[in-house]
């Protein structure tokens, strides 16, 4: 089993920029699509970015052009850049994968527990 953990949020100003971390107790290459989710007080949680088995990036269409998710050097983990934030996009932050780890593998949708963004005015 992997387990996941967000590093990274935290306050701040309308403007600025924040790098989201989510690093896996094991490997997360496997997987056949890795991704960041929010969720906003009284709001339900909604797909951010994401990177499907064939390495393309999608991406929420109010995130476009100022939200970046890559893999990091580490097979362990991946990230969340983002810039030009506004207070809109305050949230808990969840990072997610879904996939085998090998052909006789059960199927596998794991989450962290996230980490809260706060953007102020």
């Known amino acids: 089993q992997v387990q996941l953990e967000e590093s990274g949020g935290g306050l701040v100003q309308s403007g600025g920029s924040l790098t989201l971390t989510c690093t896996g107790s094991r490997s997360i290459l496997p997987f056949d699509a890795v991704g960041w989710y929010r969720q906003a007080p009284g709001s339900e949680r909604e797909l951010v970015a994401s990177?499907?088995?064939?390495?393309?990036?999608n991406y929420a269409d109010s995130v476009k052009g100022r939200f970046t998710i890559s893999r990091g050097g580490s097979k362990n983990t991946m990230y969340l850049q983002m810039n030009s934030l506004k207070p809109e996009v305050t949230a808990v932050y969840y990072c997610n994968v879904r996939g085998r780890l090998c052909i006789k593998c059960p199927y596998l949708d794991i989450w962290g527990q996230g980490t809260l963004v706060t953007v102020s005015s």
């Open positions: 990177i499907s088995s064939g390495f393309n990036s």
